[in-house]
């Protein structure tokens, strides 16, 4: 595991002090760095000072889940301090008084009471919540509280009164692609912890990779996982730890398309006769289950039978996306089908498909999930739909008395910044393209939305880094009242919340330098990777779906390159493209000018001094046209740059420029996109 020491060192000097200025400038500390922002905050004058006699105590009402979530809390107050904390070590004997009224659920269940109160005073911090699922968020809370003063650690006084906007805040992880270990499925419910998300939406069956043993059809995982799978203790090991965190968990079963690894071992199921290997490619693939075999609705009866036994949640998703249908088209039995039910196109077989699983899920005692496909004339009024090709699925089912939750907008896989994921919200598509607003009625259809991780270009050793801290930001967006918006309020509190993930094993935020020293080779001279995270700092990974436009990946691809150890976002490149909007726009003072000049200098000089390193690795090989564009972006930034400050006439070659930076933008061939580009090409444009 990679510990935050080696995650964080190495950083250049020079680095360090550019990167602390861009992070500190513009904060205002008057809200301590909460993430998501409670419902209701009041401070209060004084703080409770923390030492080794702090302790939390429960009083009244407790359960098992209760006493460790106390245990675990007092683990992480030890360690966000360093100070070994014993009840009998002298102090303030500042405490914590834990008051739940009564038990929560059996099983956790949508919609259950959340809220909670937490009342700190210099003395005594009161935790009163009507059930422990309230008390786990307030524990959170007041672990984001604690910082580091003048006086030593303490809480600041305050007095909150919380409870979420929606109550479906999830986060996809798709594990079938990817096979993710049970290490990082724990780790990913302990930063949702964090965060106060409550659902964790498995996907556990992809084209790639059947993820869960079943003992009714062992050729599923025996054949379709590579034998990677997850056994059904060890998904009723992470049922109890997620509800140990306040944390439901759905699994997806997709189907009738992205099958193929249930075929490898069960070939009868799908729409052609196979044989059936495990798909190694990205994308979208054409076997798909036959819906016009009663042994296909038999099979699934068992399956779901055996599945909706292992998860206890009310909810199972089944999924229903991306069916091409090419399969059903070749076969022409199910043609025939077809022609003998009045079955007018693919769409209307997969309704009636749906329709036959819908029943088997009921029958199974669940109410049925699935991705915006499954909504359809028919449709049965209980199915939940997961708005994933645009949030107007999401409006339309509402509109017509479906519940759904919105994953449009919140793609953690496209590498899209943390602030447009944090401004998409589940009520947003309401008001868009002139359609009626939803009534209040209608709105209350929508519970909430899920952060959704896809794992083509995801491995275990990245999932934390491209999962956090944007989930964080996105947790906000379905916890906090809606007009709780304000995006540089976001990005001032995200590095805290960031730091805290690091702490739960959650190396995030920043780029993997463990990742860059295994890259540059078995030299011991570390000399070089000061440069290459010069650049590392100022690229970023492709958005969208470009990535697998620039070249074939599969299963077997190897995620090491600097592509891959990278944060979906630059900050360093977030916090120059604002420097040179302010001096763009001419409201920036002389240090921003100082300071866009000491990035710029860094940039140019940096080609130099690593091209060295580049050639001998092949790992780092590829990075030498990457490098040499940054010196050059940066040398145009600094003719730019001296031009302003001169009061220069404007670059009779400004259009030639500004070309020549787009093609200097990228991805390259190493996959990245110069997130000098977009500032640069702001400072050329100045007047
Ligand atoms: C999906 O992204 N295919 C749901």
Redesign the pocket.
Same mark, same amino acid.
């Given at each position: 595991m990679v510990s935050s020491s080696v995650y964080r060192r190495l950083l250049p000097i020079c680095v360090v002090a550019l990167a602390w200025a861009t992070h500190t400038s513009g904060q205002a500390q008057s809200l301590p760095a909460l993430m998501p922002l409670p419902a209701h905050l009041d401070p209060r004058s004084g703080q409770m000072l923390l030492d080794g006699s702090f302790d939390a105590t429960i009083d009244g009402f407790s359960e098992p889940r209760l006493e460790r979530a106390r245990t675990r809390f007092m683990a992480r107050m030890v360690q966000q301090t360093g100070i070994p904390m014993v009840g009998s070590a002298p102090g303030t004997h500042a405490r914590l008084v834990i008051r739940v009224a009564g038990p929560s659920q059996p099983v956790q269940a949508l919609g259950e009471d959340e809220a909670y109160r937490l009342d700190v005073t210099p003395q005594r911090a009161t935790l009163s919540a009507g059930t422990p699922l309230g008390a786990l968020h307030g524990l959170q809370t007041f672990l984001q509280l604690v910082t580091a003063t003048p006086q030593g650690f303490a809480v600041p006084a305050v007095s909150i009164a919380d409870q979420p906007r929606f109550p479906w805040r999830g986060l996809m992880l798709d594990t079938g692609r990817h096979f993710m270990p049970l290490e990082q499925v724990r780790q990913t419910i302990d930063g949702m912890e964090a965060v106060k998300l409550n659902v964790f939406h498995w996907h556990l069956s992809e084209d790639q990779g059947f993820r869960v043993e079943s003992k009714q059809f062992p050729l599923l995982q025996g054949k379709g996982s590579d034998g990677l799978f997850y056994t059904q203790d060890q998904v009723r090991e992470t049922v109890a730890y997620a509800r140990d965190r306040g944390i439901r968990v759905i699994p997806e079963f997709d189907m009738p398309g992205h099958t193929t690894a249930w075929f490898v071992g069960y070939p009868e199921l799908a729409s052609a006769p196979g044989p059936y290997q495990i798909e190694r490619r990205w994308g979208v693939f054409d076997p798909a289950m036959d819906p016009s075999r009663e042994e296909t609705y038999q099979f699934l009866d068992t399956f779901l039978g055996e599945m909706t036994a292992l998860f206890p949640d009310a909810y199972f998703h089944v999924g229903g996306?991306?069916c091409n249908g090419k399969q059903w088209d070749a076969n022409p039995r199910i043609q025939a089908f077809m022609r003998a039910h009045g079955i007018k196109d693919n769409a209307a077989l997969q309704a009636r498909f749906t329709a036959r699983v819908q029943q088997l899920v009921t029958r199974h005692g669940k109410q049925m999930v699935g +991705?915006d496909e499954v909504l359809q004339p028919d449709t049965p009024h209980d199915v939940v739909i997961q708005s +994933?090709r645009g949030p107007e699925s999401l409006a339309e089912a509402a509109r017509r008395g479906y519940r759904g939750i919105l994953s449009s907008g919140y793609y953690i896989d496209l590498n899209q910044s943390a602030g447009e994921h944090y401004l998409a919200d589940p009520l947003n598509a309401t008001e868009a393209k002139g359609a009626p607003p939803l009534t209040p009625a209608q709105e209350a259809n929508i519970l909430g939305g899920e952060t959704?991780m896809?794992t083509e270009f995801i491995t275990p050793e990245i999932l934390a880094n491209r999962v956090w801290p944007r989930s964080a930001a996105i947790a906000e967006r379905l916890w906090s009242p809606r007009d709780v918006r304000d995006v540089p309020s976001m990005y001032a509190r995200l590095p805290r919340i960031s730091h805290e993930l690091e702490y739960l094993g959650l190396p995030n935020g920043g780029v993997r330098i463990d990742m860059l020293e295994r890259m540059r080779g078995g030299s011991t001279d570390s000399t070089g990777v000061p440069h290459l995270l010069v650049l590392a700092q100022v690229v970023q990974p492709p958005r969208d779906y470009q990535r697998g436009e620039l070249k074939t990946y599969d299963q077997f691809t190897p995620l090491n390159r600097l592509v891959d150890a990278i944060p979906a976002e630059s900050d360093v490149a977030r916090e120059f493209t604002a420097l040179a909007g302010r001096i763009h726009d001419g409201s920036a003072s002389a240090a921003d000018h100082a300071e866009a000049r000491r990035w710029l200098v860094l940039w140019q000089g940096n080609d130099a001094a690593l091209a060295p390193l580049l050639s001998a690795s092949a790992a780092t090989a590829e990075l030498g046209p990457t490098s040499r564009n940054l010196a050059r972006t940066a040398a145009i930034g600094l003719t730019a740059l001296d031009r302003i400050e001169q009061h220069g006439p404007a670059d009779a070659r400004q259009q030639e420029v500004l070309a020549e930076l787009k093609s200097m933008a990228g991805p390259d061939q190493s996959a990245l996109r110069n997130m000098a580009v977009p500032g640069v090409s702001l400072l050329v444009e100045t007047r």
């Open positions: 996306d991306e +991705w +994933w959704t896809w």
